[in-house]
């Protein structure tokens, strides 16, 4: 999965790039997830393929300007959790849950259409996840650490991960 998801993200815009170059014109999306941004536990290959893609996005981005290649644009979208069905059963802190709640495709579409339009270099949603990436490059790794636990990001993938492994089981024995 590391390799697909970040292989893609390099062959699209190899396939799309030198033509918006040579036309000073065009816009490259890279939608990476706010696990591209900062890590969970239990995902540490997913997480490091998000972590490329945003990477690989950035140093794009910086190409571009250095080249003088105005013309063409660059919109990184970071949506937390979306409700599609991926990690169904992952959840934060029971009571932090109304604040950080799966978002709705569409409402992700809407919000990152609306950036993309507004040439917006980094689109977060929701907004709060702009402060948790400030956050974390303030805190110290202590204190993220801790913050994690107080947020339950560190469990989270716990019931995900539980609900994985009792299909398998169901699949393989048949009850």
Known sequence: ???SLFLLSIQTV???LPRMMEMDHGHIVTIAGSLGLFATACMADYCASK???VGFHEALSHQLKAKRINGVKTTLV???LVDTGMFTGCRIRRELAALLSPLK???CVKIAM???LNNQPIICIPRVMYFAVVLKHL???DVQVLVHKFLGIDKCMHPFIRQREAKRH???TGR
């Open 78 to 80: 970071c949506p937390y």
């Open 105 to 107: 495709p569409d409402d």
């Open 14 to 16: 190899k396939a799309f």
């Open 51 to 53: 972590f490329a893609v």
């Open 170 to 172: 169901l699949v393989a």
């Open 114 to 116: 609306k950036g993309i």
């Open 1 to 3: 999965m590391v390799n």
């Open 139 to 141: 805190l110290p790794w």
